[in-house]
């Protein structure tokens, strides 16, 4: 059986918005050709802030000509059934509370990220 698990880690939202976009390009397109694939998100570092109430929505880009936002981008992906995870060891560095969180996205200790590797989620990695 083939494991059609994958793991996303983000750090960055407002400081590198392109590496995000190319995520969640990458995230679509596989769900478009899968939905099946069980696909996790995990927030890091500055990533967490994209799940900020917001945030995500304030930052537009253009990419292959048009003007694409990143919280758009995230609405759709969440309808797509990707999880969304946040590390709650970045959120007093942000000053985030759970309050604070988009509809969806749901606060995990770092630990939790091993326990999806574990599970057997491949991860992606990606230098732009």
Same mark, same amino acid.
């Given at each position: 059986?083939?494991?059609?698990?994958?793991?996303?880690?983000?750090?960055?939202?407002?400081?590198?918005?392109? #590496?995000?976009?190319?995520?969640?390009?990458?995230?679509?397109?596989?769900?478009?050709?899968?939905?099946?694939? *069980?696909?996790?998100?995990?927030?890091? *570092?500055?990533?967490?802030?994209?799940?900020?109430?917001?945030?995500?929505?304030?930052?537009?880009?253009?990419?292959?000509?048009?003007?694409?936002?990143?919280? #758009?981008?995230?609405?759709?992906?969440?309808?797509?059934?990707?999880?969304?995870?946040?590390?709650?060891?970045?959120?007093?560095?942000?000053?985030?509370?759970?309050?604070?969180?988009?509809?969806?996205?749901? #606060?995990?200790?770092?630990?939790?990220?091993?326990?999806?590797?574990?599970?057997?989620?491949?991860?992606?990695?990606?230098?732009?």
């Amino acid at each position: 059986m083939e494991n059609k698990k994958y793991l996303f880690v983000i750090t960055h939202a407002t400081t590198r918005p392109i #590496e995000v976009l190319v995520f969640m390009k990458i995230i679509s397109n596989m769900k478009a050709f899968d939905d099946s694939a *069980d696909i996790a998100v995990f927030l890091v *570092d500055e990533g967490i802030q994209l799940a900020k109430k917001g945030v995500a929505q304030g930052i537009s880009l253009e990419f292959e000509g048009k003007n694409v936002n990143l919280g #758009e981008m995230i609405d759709m992906i969440k309808e797509f059934d990707v999880k969304f995870y946040v590390c709650q060891a970045f959120m007093p560095v942000f000053k985030m509370t759970k309050e604070d969180l988009i509809e969806g996205a749901e #606060e995990r200790s770092s630990a939790y990220l091993g326990e999806l590797l574990l599970d057997g989620y491949t991860p992606f990695s990606l230098s732009v």
